[in-house]
T-cell receptor, first 117, second 117 residues
């Protein structure tokens, strides 16, 4: 009964490959996010979706493409992987609604450690 | 400009003592939320405590309390009676409200806490 789940937990791949990370939440939340945590532990938002609609896209290379098939899922597809993409990627969700943002706690998935060789 | 500042990269505390982790923030939005997360060595992000900008009282959750000083724009986390299991990275975060577009949470650089036996 995990609240926010991500698969896979670890992903090791070669430069140039395409890979996907899946995220699912069973909390009934309206908003989902992808974050990237670099080797210095700095956590930065990449994307946010509210009810399947993209609302935040933070200067992320267009090799990264999020897809939200429904409110409970937000997947991240990465094309042509580069060494600099190595990081931990966190999915999160919150109850945030468009007219009352800024007040709801985000719950994080366990993270996916991506290593690009 | 940095919106969330955590000035202590690392802190040591003796077991059973209290410790304060500093966090200052910068926003002109009247509505915002402040959060603290814990990231143990296992990597997951654990929500600890939330303070809303309009909340009159400081938030408390068990051994965690948030010392909210709005005029100073500070939101320090106080952990009372430290335990060995409190050793982790702690992140302060802010989410601005509707006037700033909402939805985007900004994280500080983190403070690594070491609890000594």
């Amino acid at each position: 009964d995990t609240a926010v789940s991500q698969t896979p937990k670890y992903l090791v791949t070669q430069m140039g490959n395409d890979k996907s990370i899946k995220c699912e939440q069973n909390l009934g939340h309206d908003t989902m996010y992808w974050y990237k945590q670099d080797s210095k532990k700095f956590l930065k938002i990449m994307f946010s979706y509210n009810n399947k609609e993209l609302i935040i896209n933070e200067t992320v290379p267009n090799r990264f493409s999020p897809k939200s098939p429904d409110k409970a899922h937000l997947n991240l597809h990465i094309n042509s992987l580069e060494l600099g993409d190595s990081a931990v990627y966190f999915c999160a969700s919150s109850h945030e609604k468009r007219h009352t943002p800024g007040t709801d706690t985000q719950y994080f998935g366990p993270g996916t450690r991506l290593t690009v060789l | 400009a940095q919106k969330i500042t955590q000035t202590q990269p690392g802190m040591f505390v003796q077991e059973k003592e209290a410790v304060t982790l500093d966090c200052t923030y910068d926003t002109s939005d009247p509505s915002y939320g402040l959060f603290w997360y814990k990231q143990p060595s296992s990597g997951e992000m654990i929500f600890l405590i939330y303070q809303g900008s309009y909340d009159q009282q400081n938030a408390t959750e068990g051994r965690y309390s948030l010392n909210f000083q709005k005029a100073r724009k500070s939101a320090n986390l106080v952990i009372s009676a430290s335990q060995l299991g409190d050793s982790a990275m702690y992140f302060c975060a802010m989410r601005e409200g509707f006037h700033s577009g909402g939805f985007k949470t900004i994280f500080g650089a983190g403070t690594r806490l070491f609890v000594k036996a």
